[in-house]
């Protein structure tokens, strides 16, 4: 047995002879199967912790209701995703499983995210404006009013577009501005950025520079899917509109289309073409209301001259006679000098009274007797200096209403007759300026209609019978145009130049109607014109 016992103890454990890795070794070759099995892979997940350090890369975490995947999305691959992830997101991610043997776990470099359909593209847009929302970017008193007649108006749109066309189209029909345009892309990867960079452009720009700064901006574009208008969605473009100085009216899509730049801009319009009718108004409409407000301030100024004069007749009739003004002060000062005597009289009873209680030395005595006589003069002096400001501040007092009054109507006349002045240079201003935009108008409709006739005479049948060709009709005045019908013609009639037409009736027909072509030794005879 003991024998035995010896040989067990010398023999091998089992498994002895197994290869020993090395934990680099082993976490290798866990990569290169990871990689190898799973080279490319989409995955549909909901986004969970999203992380955003300083280096610029982005790590988060895709999960199910069973599993989580880790996500990373390094820095240059980050500046190209069209979609950033965030919190709660259904998206699609796409990429490549490896692994990180610093933590020993599994991880998917992602390189592209897309939002996992318009399902939820709406939680993903209804999500990011309870946020801004939050923010007070969409509250009504960051809201500016439009100006009312804007001199330069700036456009971002793309200018190959039909919106542009008819913003340009309405404006020139309502009233003619002028019109700045930032080209951009109104849809796809670069639309956020270009649209935020023209808004603070035209904010950027400085009043009186080579550039005009625009006293309103239009953002428009065309109807199109969700997917078309996400560029406006993006959270650059809605913080970009509610940062602008300038008043800015949303245009995008039609009108049951809704984007976020919407809720931030100070004025919504349903199509391009109602932002074009919202930035300026009609002439002819202002005409005339032009024409009703100076009738309207001629009656103003007859009005404003005739009240004060009525009021002034009133007040003088409510004033009342001067010595009604001090009855009620004379009674009370008899009133209080009735009740001055017994007072007096209890207060000596009083200090008597103590002085016999305490006796004060006579010195004292006459000192306080000398402060109260002093004090008594004094409220005396004061009480002649009262009754005599309480007699006369009635009397001022009249006399400055009086004058208040005086000057009043002289203002109101000074101010009428100064508004009427400038209302009257204001509307022969507008005159001239109507006038002269009427004779523009003109000048260009004459312009054009001289350019159409000479178009018309350029490219009619005129000019090219003058060259020597003619018109052959047949016997119904039907223009003759193969040699099947002219041989099937029995008259004929040539149209020339100057309307000049000959009939033909031909006795014999030719068997070939294809023109003839010289021979190099005979010469061309020159065409001859009747």
């Known amino acids: 047995m003991d024998l035995l016992d010896d040989d067990m103890d010398d023999a091998p454990e089992p498994g002895s002879n197994a290869h020993e890795f090395t934990v680099s070794e082993l976490s290798g070759a866990v990569k290169r199967s990871i990689e190898d099995q799973f080279g490319r892979v989409r995955v549909r997940a909901e986004v969970g912790r999203v992380s955003r350090p300083g280096s610029g890369h982005l790590y988060f975490d895709l999960k199910d209701d069973r599993a989580v995947l880790a996500a990373v999305t390094w820095k240059g691959q980050a500046a190209r995703l069209i979609q950033r992830p965030e919190e709660g997101m259904e998206v699609i991610a796409t990429g490549r499983l490896t692994t990180f043997p610093g933590q020993s776990k599994y991880q998917m470099i992602v390189d592209q995210i897309e939002p996992a359909g318009a399902g939820a593209l709406m939680a993903m847009l209804e999500k990011r404006r309870k946020a801004l929302a939050a923010e007070g970017l969409f509250d009504q008193d960051r809201k500016r009013a439009l100006p009312f007649l804007p001199r330069v ?33 109104v849809q796809g990867d670069g639309c956020a950025t270009q649209v935020t960079a023209a808004i603070q452009g035209f904010n950027a720009l400085t009043p009186g520079g080579a550039i005009p700064r625009p006293d309103l901006i ?48 100070d004025m919504r319009a349903p199509t391009p073409t109602a932002a074009a009718e919202m930035a300026v108004p009609v002439r002819a409409d202002l005409a005339v209301r032009l024409a009703e407000t100076g009738a309207r301030m001629a009656r103003s100024n007859a009005q404003a001259i005739q009240r004060p004069r009525q009021r002034l007749r009133d007040l003088a009739r409510a004033l009342g006679r001067p010595a009604a003004l001090t009855e009620g002060a004379r009674q009370r000062l008899d009133l209080w000098g009735g009740r001055l005597e017994p007072a007096l009289r209890q207060l000596a009873r009083a200090r008597r009274q103590q002085l016999a209680a305490r006796p004060m030395p006579a010195a004292m005595l006459r000192q306080f007797t000398q402060g109260k006589r002093a004090g008594l003069d004094r409220a005396l002096m004061r009480l002649d200096g009262a009754r005599t400001r309480r007699l006369d501040r009635p009397r001022d007092r009249l006399a400055q209403l009086r004058d208040r ?16 002045v400038q209302q ?107």
Do not use: K
């Open 153 to 185: 108006i700036g456009v971002v749109t793309s200018p190959s577009g039909a919106v542009i066309r008819d913003i340009l189209h309405r404006l020139r029909d309502r009233f003619p501005t002028h019109v700045i345009i930032w080209p951009v892309a």
């Open 424 to 530: 009257g240079a204001r509307l022969a201003d507008l005159d001239q300026r109507l006038v002269a935009a009427m004779a523009r108008v003109c000048r260009q409709r004459q312009d054009a209609l001289v350019r159409l006739d000479r178009m018309r005479l350029s490219l009619g049948h005129e000019q090219t019978l003058r060259r020597g060709f003619v018109i052959v009709r047949g016997p119904d005045g039907g223009v003759v145009t193969t040699p099947e019908a002219a041989a099937q013609t029995p008259r004929m009639e040539l149209q020339f130049a100057g309307d000049r037409r000959v009939a033909v009736r031909p006795d014999a027909r030719p068997t070939s109607l294809r023109p003839r072509i010289p021979s190099a030794a005979s010469p061309r005879r020159p065409n001859r014109r009747r």
């Open 218 to 265: 239009i953002v428009a574009r065309g109807g199109g899917s969700l997917e078309d208008l996400w560029g406006f969605n993006e959270e650059s473009v809605v913080r970009a509109a509610a940062a602008s100085d300038i008043p800015l009216i949303s245009a995008v899509g039609h009108e049951t289309d809704t984007t976020l730049i919407d809720f931030a801009s």
């Open 405 to 420: 009054l005086d000057n009043s109507l002289v203002r109101v006349v000074a101010t009428t007759r100064r508004a009427t």
